[in-house]
């Protein structure tokens, strides 16, 4: 599995953008880059995907380089809630592909 | 909104004893996943079911473990007989025709004493 390389933390202050950047520079031409994350004594939750635009929903922003050799995550106004382990995912779209988890970025919100 | 419900919450049980967890998928769901985290450690894929039978497996799912889907709507993970390494948060997911996102259940904590 191709694999990605994240910072181990991050601080932020509630009510400011967060960007939580991942390298991925062995991402194959099949690759989507999925983000999930993962809030204290929750399960993964998926939070983004995108394969090579730039990607928008209600959650974050997605940015792609545009070599695909790294991402950015953007929380445009972090809350206390956006605490959690952020993961930053590559995943070949076969009907039955795996996530490979890394140990991903551990995000605090600051009030 | 749909989810993934896993249940127990929380099983202790004792080592040698045979578990059983399970999981009820989003209802048009089709691929169906059972994921592991030792407390502290990275969310590890165990085994990953379709069409009633194993897509693939990781190493760590051996012959101890097994997965069914016994009716339309449950899918467990039994563990023949536990060892105190199989002290877990297990996590099922499951994909549904578009393929792109996995939904995972809120987890069974596993306590083997």
């Known amino acids: 599995d191709a694999k990605t390389t994240q910072p181990n933390s991050m601080e932020s202050n509630e009510e400011e953008p967060v960007h939580l950047p991942c390298n991925h520079s062995?991402?194959?031409?099949?690759?989507?880059i999925h983000w999930y994350r993962q809030l204290p004594s929750q399960g993964p939750e998926y939070v983004i995907h995108?394969?090579?635009s730039n990607v928008n929903n209600r959650m974050a922003s997605l940015a792609i380089a545009e070599d695909r050799k790294s991402s950015t995550l953007i929380l445009h106004r972090a809350t206390l809630r956006d605490a959690a382990v952020y993961y930053c995912?590559?995943?070949?779209?076969?009907?039955?592909?795996?996530?490979?988890f890394g140990k991903g970025i551990t995000l605090s919100v600051r009030p | 909104e749909p989810e993934v419900t896993q249940t127990p919450s929380h099983q202790v049980t004792q080592m040698g004893q045979e578990v059983i967890l399970r999981c009820v998928p989003i209802?048009?769901?089709?691929?169906f996943y059972w994921y592991r985290q030792i407390l502290g450690q990275k969310v590890e894929f165990l085994v990953s079911?379709?069409?009633?039978?194993?897509?693939?497996k990781s190493e760590i799912f051996d012959d101890q473990f097994s997965v069914e889907r016994p009716d339309g709507s449950n899918f467990t993970l039994k563990i023949r007989s536990t060892k105190l390494e199989d002290s877990a948060m297990y996590f099922c997911?499951?994909?549904?025709?578009?393929?792109?996102?996995?939904?995972f259940g809120a987890g069974t904590r596993l306590s083997v004493l």
């Open positions: 062995t991402i194959s031409g099949t690759d989507y």
């Open positions: 995912i590559l995943r070949d779209h076969g009907a039955n592909s795996k996530l490979t």
């Open positions: 209802s048009n769901h089709l691929y």
């Open positions: 995108g394969l090579t």
């Open positions: 079911f379709y069409n009633n039978e194993i897509s693939e």
């Open positions: 997911a499951s994909i549904g025709l578009a393929k792109n996102i996995q939904y």
